[in-house]
């Protein structure tokens, strides 16, 4: 599409969750342990946090470990476990300068007090935040996510009949956020790995070879111009077709 003055600004997507995946292979490229390579994606995570801020995201969400991260060996699970605390303790106060509200999603019933306190208590700080909104997606998955959300309805005393998409989307771990817009994957896997399965239903995905680590402002902004390509229809005919501008999520 030709640009010119009148052309309205590129689209900003208001959602961007990102899959964080490759640190082990950069670790391994370099001869070194999967731990470095895990420390260095929390590098590239604070980056991209000031990025995603500077470019007016109002939502990133990054999957931090998975439900079937727990498959790991010992050592890698308790030093993942490990670096959360860390990173947080040291990153927090730039987070709250920067106005980061952070927001943790996730079955936090199954990891240590520890590192529970440490999510909780970064969350309660920065509640006030509202810059970006930083979700830390920790021991989630996908279909865990739709589990306990018709769980919690089943517990409010929603009754199947009354249960519908709209009702079930309160219930969800991320009720207070828009879909995403845009899902972003490095690491050159091309799988959801059980992330945001609800809530990806018309979300653009992109995926890159770059690894995790290696992630920052120019990497984002290449997803960003793809973002701004598509067509989103959300099962609508073609804008052009429709004379109408492509549809944004709410
Ligand atoms: C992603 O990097 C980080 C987590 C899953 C916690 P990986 O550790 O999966 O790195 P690769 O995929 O083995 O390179
Ligand atoms: C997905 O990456 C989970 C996180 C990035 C936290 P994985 O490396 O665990 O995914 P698979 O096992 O390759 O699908
Ligand atoms: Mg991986």
Redesign the pocket.
């Known amino acids: 599409m030709l640009m010119d003055a009148t052309s309205p600004p590129a689209r900003v997507p208001r959602h961007v969750a990102i899959v ?7 670790a391994n490229k370099r001869f070194m342990p ?1 731990g470095i ?2 420390k260095a ?1 929390v590098d590239a995570l604070v980056k991209v946090v000031q990025a995603a801020a500077d470019r007016d995201i109002e939502f990133l969400t990054v999957f ?3 439900s079937e ?1 727990w498959k790991r060996p010992e050592d890698e699970v308790s030093g ?1 476990m490990s670096l959360l605390v860390v990173a947080l303790a040291k990153h927090l106060l730039k987070l709250q300068a920067d106005g980061v509200r952070i927001r943790v999603v996730g079955d936090l019933t199954k990891v240590s007090d520890k590192v529970r306190h440490a999510l909780l208590d970064a969350q309660a700080n920065t509640v006030d935040n509202t810059r970006l909104t930083l979700t830390v997606a920790f021991n989630y998955g996908g279909r865990w996510d739709i589990v306990q959300a018709c769980q919690q309805a089943m517990l409010a005393g929603i009754e199947g009949d009354q249960l519908d998409e709209v009702t079930l989307s309160r219930f969800m771990a991320m009720s207070y956020a828009p879909d995403p817009d845009l899902f972003i994957r490095t ?1 050159g896997e091309v799988r959801l790995s059980n992330f945001l399965l609800w809530q990806s239903a018309y979300t653009e995905l992109c995926f890159t070879d770059c ?2 680590p290696d992630f920052d402002g120019a990497e984002l902004d290449k997803a960003l111009a793809d973002f701004v390509m598509r067509e989103r229809r959300f099962g609508d005919v073609a804008a052009l077709d429709a004379g109408t501008a492509p549809a944004v999520s709410a």
């Open positions: 964080m995946d490759g640190n082990g292979r950069w999967r390579g895990h994606g931090a470990f998975s991260n993942l690491g690894l995790w």
